[in-house]
């Protein structure tokens, strides 16, 4: 049988943000025999549908742009199998897109998040992005590094809402130069917050796809 490759796009939100991606994965795999979808499966012991996904959302954080590339025979409809797919899932994850992609799923660079905080102002989240301070990340082999996390912070917006600070900002996440967003969030030194990745992009601004 002839394969393709099916991008999907879906949102995480609500109660799903506290489940783990190895959960996901598998809240996702059931979804898929449900609805009946002919997915390519490996290999060997113990068979999995073959399924590949953008960069996993720390835990507690939704999402309206994760992805998920599948392989599918040649003559499926992408719209069909994304509404059969979208059937057999809570609306919290939700499956609004679906098509061949032209690139690879690593070409994601930039992430862009709303990120709130109960009761910090917006003053006091404009001085710490001005100068953030440095974060430590810990390599395989757990030796710390220091990091500068200005030059991976693209831009950003600061706005008061009832009861604190929305950050709007677009970070980087290619493999090679990624800043986690619980460690942007942690720059603030505020302990209630709540983040929303709203979309991703190529390294040249565009939409991701």
Same mark, same amino acid.
């Given at each position: 049988?002839?394969?393709k490759k099916?991008?999907m796009r879906f949102s ?9 991606h190895l ?5 996702i795999?059931?979804?898929l025999?449900?609805?009946?979808i ?5 290999e060997?012991f113990?068979?999995?549908p ?5 960069l996993?959302?720390?835990l507690?954080a939704?999402s ?5 590339d599948?392989?599918v025979p040649?003559?499926?409809?992408p719209?069909? $199998?994304?509404? !059969?797919?979208d059937?057999?899932?809570p609306p919290?994850?939700?499956f609004s897109?679906a098509?061949? %992609? =032209? ?6 660079a930039?992430?862009?998040y ?6 910090l102002s917006p003053d006091a989240?404009?001085a710490v992005?001005k100068h953030?301070?440095?974060i430590?990340k ?8 220091k ?6 912070i693209r831009s950003?917006?600061?706005a008061a809402v009832?009861n604190g ?5 677009? $970070?980087?996440? !290619?493999p090679d ?9 942690a720059l603030?030194?505020? %302990? =209630?917050?709540?983040i929303?990745?709203?979309e991703l992009?190529?390294?040249?601004g565009?939409v991701f796809r």
């Open positions: 049988m002839v394969y099916l991008r995480r939100t609500g109660t799903l943000r506290f489940i783990s959960d996901l994965c598998r809240s795999r059931t979804a025999r449900r609805a009946k002919p997915v390519r499966y490996s060997g113990s068979p999995h073959r399924m590949t996904f953008t996993p959302l720390p507690g939704q309206l742009c994760e992805y998920m599948i392989l040649e003559e499926s409809d719209d069909a $199998l994304c509404a !059969a797919l059937a057999c899932t919290e994850l939700h897109e098509y061949v %992609p =032209d690139t690879p799923l690593t070409d994601a930039l992430s862009a709303e990120v709130t905080f109960d009761g989240a404009g992005l953030p301070k440095e430590t810990f390599n395989k082999k757990g030796a710390e590094k990091i500068d996390p200005a030059p991976m950003y917006e600061v009832p600070t929305l950050v709007r900002a677009t $970070l980087d996440c !290619a130069r990624y800043l986690n967003p619980d460690q942007f969030a603030f030194a505020c %302990p =209630d917050y709540s929303l990745r709203t992009y190529f390294a040249d565009r």
